[in-house]
């Protein structure tokens, strides 16, 4: 049988919602460089729980098809078009006060496959932002799990679409 997206995501949203409350942290330091998924998380991705100040990624359906989201919370993830790969993040001061950056050590979800590379970018101020093809991610403040009301929005900010096929076993 299988298990729908939702379910998964919902487990492992509780996951990373235990793992903060044990004293995890979106924060943390990691490379400066995009690596691979299994590089980027400091383990393979074979199910293990993720390690101290983890972001799990996974992909989820939205109304605008799969998308690239954050395990904990739901929460779409977007890219920003005058950003450059591998570049210092620029959206900064109350653009990033808007459109909140991903922090943390990438890992992405056992339940996903055949994703890009996910990675890490240094933002202005030293922290670690995570990236996916080099791009850094962002989502929206205050929109709900598996909303995409910021797709498109100033023709600059993008969800990152993917397919059914990026969840294992789909």
Request: charged fraction near 10%.
């Amino acid at each position: 049988m299988r298990k729908s997206g939702f379910a998964v995501a919902a487990g492992f949203g509780s996951l990373a919602l235990l793992l903060t409350a044990c004293g995890g942290s979106s924060g943390s330091s990691s490379t400066s460089t995009p690596t691979s998924t299994a590089q980027a998380a400091g383990q393979p991705s074979t199910g293990a729980i993720p390690a101290k100040g983890s972001t799990v990624l996974i992909v989820q359906k939205s109304a605008l098809g799969y998308v690239l989201a954050l395990a904990s919370g739901g929460k779409v993830v977007y890219t920003y078009a005058k950003d450059t790969k591998g570049g210092t993040p620029t959206c900064t001061g109350s653009c990033a006060a808007v459109w909140l950056p991903v922090t943390g050590i990438p890992v992405p979800s056992p339940a996903v496959t055949g994703l890009g590379t996910l990675g890490t970018v240094a933002e202005a101020n030293g922290a670690k932002q995570i990236t996916y093809d080099g791009m850094p991610l962002y989502t929206l403040k205050g929109e709900k799990a598996l909303a995409t009301k910021g797709d498109g929005t100033g023709g600059v900010w993008h969800v990152i679409k993917l397919s059914k096929s990026n969840i294992t076993g789909a």
